[in-house]
């Protein structure tokens, strides 16, 4: 091949170019002289809605540079080209441009383009600067599956969206709960194109903001995630499973409930748990695991799946499957030990136990009433307590009694009664929930609150002072679990246990509680409350305490916020953590 100077192959280029240009439907004209380059530019398409070029029908001209180079052999559909930052910087102020990089081999030409707009300028210039770079190197696509005309096209109607201004400071006009986004590709086309093509293209992202869209930035494509059901034909059967299918480049993964994952590789499958998610998840997926470890045929939308070698890989699998439905089903039976909803969906914490080892401990704890990994951390406990067992980022509440962990709202644990004030005047027969504390009460996975009223109903919750007192606290105590957690039923135990109070509206603080129940759970007061309340922190024998909480369920914020400043340093510090500080706060 013989080599040619700088001059002749500057020529050819722009000839090649030319020659796209001037091909049907005749709507380009090109304006690049050969042999005459200018400053970054060499020249510009005139763009016509038209083959008449008429100047009605003038619809914009695109500035453009040509580089010509000689090869031995083409480049594939891509090739890369190196460029000065200051003619990146020259194409932004001209609001972009299309480079065409022409590979000359002989008589022959190739053609790559690279439609550059601001908003990918503006990022190479700025990746420039703060890695201090002189020179950028840019990815070209060739010809092949597209036009001139379409090229040209596209860089006029995506170039409206991109003017400077908004590149420089359209992010200033968004919204605070901005949540709507568009993106668009120059290159990417769907009707000719592959879909597994899609990761290889770029796409500009716009905010929508009332209409306009807003450059905000750019990239590919890494992966595609949707869900949605499929129907699995298990041995002769449909079954429908939610799943969540991901594309990229290069594979398909399809995640059954969560919890089974299968990854097709071309030719290869690999087929393992993900994670644990639910127990209900795991359920669903067993009838899937148990047909492909019998070498059964699954029928999927993609097609048919089914293990049939006996290669040591295969063999390692279906051993490691069949362990996992058994421990499943081993966990089955722990969840009904230790009433938990199966649907719970667990998760991995680092405050908890690792989530394997939390599910296995459970497995063990009610199979065999083996707590051994447990021995070293409860010595110093009392033979009989409570227990919030934190497995993964769930607490189960649980009972410790003769170094067995049991449920702790069994039938037989409901019959146990706890004893307040032993030994003193006032000791007296309670309900063992009593022990339930913040934890147990607003993150307790297996709370049973119609075990706890059924268990109240056993004793008389106001029977004397120290169970008053008691009473009053543990009724405090649900309004602040509710508070963290908004679990409805806490407020609702709360009333019903302070419902069977003798005389709950002569017992001012206790009604106080009742009505700060009310008002979460209703929003407000009836008219009737409010007038007892009116009527109470009027009384002669009303101390400042509890006015300030009148005064809080009334709304009257200046009142409330003037008997405030009266409490001395002792009763604001009693007081900092009781739930009515929460509606003082919302005042």
């Known amino acids: 091949m013989n080599k040619l100077s700088n001059d002749i192959i500057e020529r050819l280029a722009v000839q090649a170019v030319k020659s796209e240009v001037t091909k049907p439907p ?49 480049s594939d559909n891509k090739r890369t080209f190196s460029l ?38 503006s990022h190479i210039i700025n990746e420039c600067e703060q890695k201090e770079k002189k020179s950028h190197r840019i990815e070209l696509r060739s010809l092949k599956g597209t036009d001139m005309q379409r090229i040209c096209q596209a860089f006029l109607k995506e170039q409206l969206h991109q003017p400077l201004v908004l590149i420089e400071d359209g992010e200033t006009l968004l919204g605070e709960e901005h949540q709507k986004y568009i993106f668009r590709s120059l290159t990417f086309n769907p009707s000719s194109m592959k879909f597994d093509e899609l990761f290889e293209h770029d796409f500009f992202m716009y905010a929508l903001e009332k209409n306009l869209h807003i450059p905000i930035s750019m990239g590919r494509v890494s992966s595609i995630t949707s869900s949605s059901e499929m129907d699995v034909n298990i041995d002769g059967f449909n079954q429908k499973f939610s799943v969540s299918t991901t594309f990229n480049s290069g594979s398909l993964t399809i995640t059954f409930e969560n919890v089974l994952k299968m990854v097709l590789d071309g030719n290869d499958l690999k087929i393992s748990n993900c994670q644990f998610h639910s127990l209900s998840s795991q359920l669903k997926v067993i009838p899937l695991l148990s047909s492909l470890i019998e070498r059964k045929k699954i029928t999927l939308p993609i097609g048919d799946i089914q293990i049939t070698d006996y290669s040591e890989k295969s063999i390692r699998f279906i051993d490691e499957m069949k362990e996992h439905i058994l421990f499943i089903e081993d966990l089955k039976k722990a969840f009904l030990y230790f009433s938990i909803n199966p649907d719970t969906i667990f998760s991995k914490n680092e405050e908890g136990m690792n989530l394997n080892v939390g599910l296995s401990f459970l497995v063990r704890a009610s199979k065999h009433g083996d707590i051994s990994d447990f021995k070293k951390r409860l010595s110093t406990m009392k033979n009989s307590c409570l227990i919030n067992l934190l497995v993964g980022d769930q607490t189960i509440i649980c009972f410790l009694n003769d170094d067995k962990l049991k449920n702790f709202f069994s039938k037989d644990q409901i019959n146990i009664k706890a004893i307040l004030g032993y030994n003193t005047p006032d000791q007296c027969d309670y309900s063992i929930y009593v022990q339930l504390n913040d934890d147990s009460l607003s993150k307790g996975i297996n709370l049973d609150f119609p075990a706890i009223k059924e268990s109240f109903q056993t004793y008389d919750p106001f029977v004397n002072e120290l169970a008053s007192s008691t009473t009053t606290n543990f009724c405090l105590r649900c309004i602040n679990a509710y508070d963290k957690s908004n679990r409805r039923e806490l407020l609702l135990l709360a009333k019903y246990i302070l419902s069977m109070h003798p005389s709950i509206e002569t017992d001012d603080f206790n009604y106080i509680n009742f009505l700060q129940i009310n008002k979460r759970l209703n929003g407000s007061l009836t008219a009737e409350e409010e007038d007892k309340l009116m009527s109470l922190k009027s009384a002669p024998s009303a101390d400042i305490l509890k006015q300030f909480g009148a005064c809080i369920l009334l709304e009257s914020k200046i009142e409330a916020k003037r008997l405030y400043s009266k409490l001395d340093n002792e009763t604001l510090e009693t007081i900092a953590t009781m739930p009515i500080m929460k509606l003082y706060g919302e005042l």
Do not use: M, W
């Open 84 to 121: 000065q930052l200051a003619h990146f910087e020259n194409y932004y102020k001209k609001e972009g441009v299309i480079i065409f990089v022409v590979e000359l081999r002989e008589e022959r030409s190739k053609i790559f383009y690279k439609q550059l707009l601001p908003l990918e300028l």
């Open 26 to 74: 005749y709507c380009l004209k090109a304006e690049i002289p050969e042999g005459d380059k200018g400053i970054s530019f060499d020249g510009e398409i005139i763009v016509f809605n038209d083959s008449s070029h008429t100047t009605s029908s003038f619809n914009g001209s695109i500035p453009v540079q040509v580089k010509g180079t000689q090869v031995k052999f083409f």
